[in-house]
Nanobody, 124 residues
Framework: QVQLVESGGGLVQAGGSLRLSCAAS????????MAWFRQAPGKEREFVAA?????????YYSDSVKGRFTISRNNAKNTVYLQMNSLKPEDTAVYYC????????????????WGQGNQVTVSS
């Protein structure tokens, strides 16, 4: 079965950096668009970033993280990353890795698979 396992979250001070990783198994990873979503307490699930399928895939970012976060993928390792720099307290949330067979990564795409989530806490 499909498994997406996130790692790399934790507690960091504002202005700091973290890198999230998501290791995928049970799917043809290179053919799936991959994305990161987040959900803060009492708030709706929010799109963060996506990378299209295959190599050299197009990337998409929410306005709130553009210029601070970078999504990338390593198809040889079946892993997607989210490098988060200049973190702010409002970035505090549970971050979820998700996979879409549509392949494009265009915001609004449907995602069929997701991981268990990884907590990121940014202190002020």
């Amino acid at each position: 079965q499909v498994q997406l396992v996130e790692s790399g979250g934790g507690l960091v001070q504002a202005g700091g950096s973290l890198r999230l990783s998501c290791a995928a198994s049970g799917l043809t990873f290179r053919g799936f668009a991959m994305a990161w979503f987040r959900q803060a307490p009492g708030k709706e699930r929010e799109f963060v970033a996506a990378v299209a399928a295959w190599s050299g895939g197009r990337t998409y970012y929410s306005d709130s993280v553009k210029g601070r976060f970078t999504i990338s993928r390593n198809n040889a390792k079946n892993t997607v990353y989210l490098q988060m720099n200049s973190l702010k307290p409002e970035d505090t949330a549970v971050y979820y890795c998700e996979a879409s067979s549509s392949g494009t990564g265009v915001p609004g795409s449907a995602y069929e698979y997701w991981g268990q989530g990884n907590q990121v806490t940014v202190s002020s």
